[in-house]
C-alpha cells in the first residue's frame, strides 16, 4: 500500500492508495472511530459491485455498517438528495464524533462530504472512491457540494475528508470509458505540472488502461501527490489550485453544451478542453507546437476524445460556446480566465486571452466537424 499525507495544518490526512483496500477498511478506518459504527452512503451501481465487499472488511474489526442507496448519476447530486441523505443520517443518530463514509464516484463523494459538513455544523467523513476519477481528484481536496438548477457545484463548503482509501481493485470494474474518462484527469496532471509524469504516461498509459497493477498504483499515486501539493498551497482557491481546472473552461461549455450526460463524460470534456488550452497556448506564441501536437497524440494513441469533431451531435456555434463560458466560476468582472502553458508540465492562470483568438480557435474547430 503506498501513501500520500495531505499536510493541511490542523485537517490533515492519509490518502491510501492499493490493492484489497475494501477488505482492510475496518483495520484502516478503526482507528479513527469512537464507537465501533459507521454510516456509508454510495450508489446503486456501486452498492451492487462493492456494498459487501466493504461490509466484510469492516465486520472483520468488529464494525457495523448502515447503508444509503441512492440512484446513480449526476441528478442525485441535488437539493432533493441533500436533503434525503441529511434526514438519513440524523435518523441514523450520527454524532460529532462519528465519521461518515462516501462510498462511490464524484457525484457521492460531493454529496456526502457536504452533507457531512452541514450535518450538525460539521461531521467528519471519509472517502472510498470507486471511480478513476474520484481517485485522483474529487476525493481529495475537499471540495464537496451539490449542483443548482443554474449551474454544477453552485452549492457546497470546502470539508477535507480524514482518510481516502483509493482501492486499486474497483477500478477493474470500470467500462474502458469510464476508465479513459478518470485517465483524462491523470494525463492533465502531467500537462499542468510534471513533464517527466507526461513522458511516463506516453509509455504507460496502455499497460494503465488494460489492467497493470503496478503502473494504476503509480499513476494514481502521482497525481494525488501533485494535488495535495497544491491544495496545501491554496486549499480555497485563491491562486493556484486554479492550475487543476486546466482544460476545464472548455470543458463546462462543452457540458453545458451536451447536456452533462453521456454524449460527453467530464472526463472526457477535461482531454478535448486541454488539446484546446495547448492550442490556444501555441495561438498566443506562449509555447511550441510541438505541445499541442504531443498532447493530441497522446490522447488520440489512447482512443480517447481529442477534437470538438469527436463529439458527437449539435454543438452551439463559436458565440454560443463563448457565452457557455461566461459562466465558468473562474471568470472575474466578466473576464474569462484560462489555464495556458508555456510547454508541457509548465501551466499558469491568466485573464489575459483577447476574446477573438479564442473564437477563431471554436471556429476553426468547429468547421472541421
Ligand atoms: N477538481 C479541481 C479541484 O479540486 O480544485
Redesign the pocket.
Known sequence: METVHVGLEGREYDIHIGPGLLAKSGALIGPMLARKQVCVVTDENVAALHLETLREGLAADGIAMEALVLPAGESTKSWAYLEQTVEWLLAQRVERKDVVVALGGGVIGDLTGFAAAVLRRGVGFLQIPTSLLAQV??S??G?TGINSPLGKNLVGAFHQPRLVLADIDVLGTLTPRDFLAGYGEVVKYGMLGDANFFEWLEAQGPALATGDEEARIAAVKRSCEM?AE??VRDET?QGD??L??LG?TFCHALEAATGYGDRLLHGEGVAVGCALAFELSMRLGLCAQEAPSRVREHLRAMGMKVDLKDIEGELPDADGLLDLMGQDKKVVDGQLRFILAHGIGEAFVTADVPRDMVRQLLVEELSRR
Open positions: 481528484d474529487s481529495v481536496g471540495k494535488k497544491i491544495v482557491e489550485r486554479a487543476l481546472n476545464h
